[in-house]
């Protein structure tokens, strides 16, 4: 019984380590990836911010633009391409709209350098992590035509794949996300329409290689420190088992011991009795001899319960639970109680056939003596490779802090009560003890003002 105890402590460490690996683990990640991508959007919003810093306002005229030619043309010369403009660059890229009045999108490349008023100490394009991002842009003017495209020189995407790419999210009701490894920024000013892309995919490689390293390494260690606490706990445990079992053997010798002596006294108090009559002090001997007979009886049953081998065969547990309910119908009714049954029938267990019979004893005499009410339940059933046995009657509802100590050895709820019914608090230890020698356990649970125990057992396959 120790053993499993020792299993359960080791799974439920276990898992606890695994589960705090986990969560650690999705913390730090989910940390990462927020910072990470926090820090990608701040970028691309200064990087919009600049690249409409470089335009000039609706109606304002480059300086180059402004000369002695450019007196005679009008608003059809700004969107032409001539040979006599000294403009070039972002002004050719904006020639083909006649209807935009700025001078065009400047032409902004890979790591972009300059001055930005209110950025701070250092400009952002200036900063490192700004210079060693990669941004893409597609810009639009109010009717749609596409004014200019920036590839980043790093022939990753091409002008067609980014106009596509920027056309799609124009259609959509959002103004900033993500798709594929790409963050996106869409924002309009002076008639143009922006959307500007920073390229993740280098800090989203990182990241996938930084999980999938956390992962493996994370759980070897979880493999290797399994093995460690599984040698480690047998060490620690080591010794309560030992002393557990010490604990039984005593018992299980004590009692032993005991049985002599009991039946000597009991049949010298019943010499006395016959040469020189009843008295006082010889029905006290009786009694208490009485008393002590039955402790030692039930100290051998728990002795046996827990330690003994006892031989297995297949047996009938709906008979064994149908026979126990009819011969305690009589103490039942001597108590102003009746026993109901609800029992399947044929339902087998591999298993002792007298531990069986005492484990359904047991709860049969426990719900007779602390009934409140009249009638007591007992159902047995199938479900699945699983056999049920509820034992159910009215009772003063158990605390909660109190259920978890039902099963332990001498405990009774009422500290008031005495022996005097020749009861010692070992029944339900030897019920417990019973279902756990047959691979199953039992539960205690109150509900409505009733009392519920319920032993789980494995059923013949």
Known sequence: ?????????????????????????????????SEIRHKSSEMLKQYVDYYFHEQKPAGEEPPEAKGGKTDASGPADKASVGADTDASGPADTASSDADTDASGPPDLPYGISGPVAGRGDMPPEQKPDYKLSTFYSVEFSKDGAVLSVNDADKGLYTEDDLVELATELLQEDKTEGRTGNLSY?????????????????????????????IIVIGGAAIVVL?????????????PLEENDRRQKQFISDASHELKTPVAVIATNA??????SGDSEWLSNIRYENERMGDLVRQL????RAENADMPTEDVDFSRITAGEALAFESVAFENGKTITTDIDDDIRISGSRMQLTQLVSVLLDNAIRHSTGKEINVSLERKGHTVLLNVINEAEEIPQEKQQHLF?????????????????GLGLSIAKAVAEKHGGDIRVSCNDGKIFFTVSLPAKR
Do not use: G, Q
Not at 192 to 212: K, P, Q
Not at 226 to 238: A, C, M, N, T
Not at 270 to 275: F, Q, V
């Open 1 to 33: 019984m120790f053993s499993k105890s020792r299993k359960k402590i080791i799974l439920s460490i276990m898992l606890s380590l695994i589960l705090l690996f986990v969560i650690t683990l999705s913390v730090i990640m989910m940390a990462s990836y």
């Open 408 to 424: 332990e050895r001498f405990y009774r709820v009422d500290e008031a009560r005495n022996s005097e019914s020749h009861h010692y």
């Open 300 to 303: 051998l049953e728990l002795s």
């Open 226 to 238: 399994f093995f460690v606490s599984l040698v480690l706990s047998k060490k620690i445990i080591r």
């Open 185 to 213: 920024l869409i924002k309009s000013r002076h008639k143009h329409t922006l959307v500007a892309f920073i390229d993740d995919t280098v800090t989203e490689t990182s990241m996938r290689t930084l999980l999938h390293n």
């Open 270 to 275: 019943e010499m006395l009795t016959r040469e």
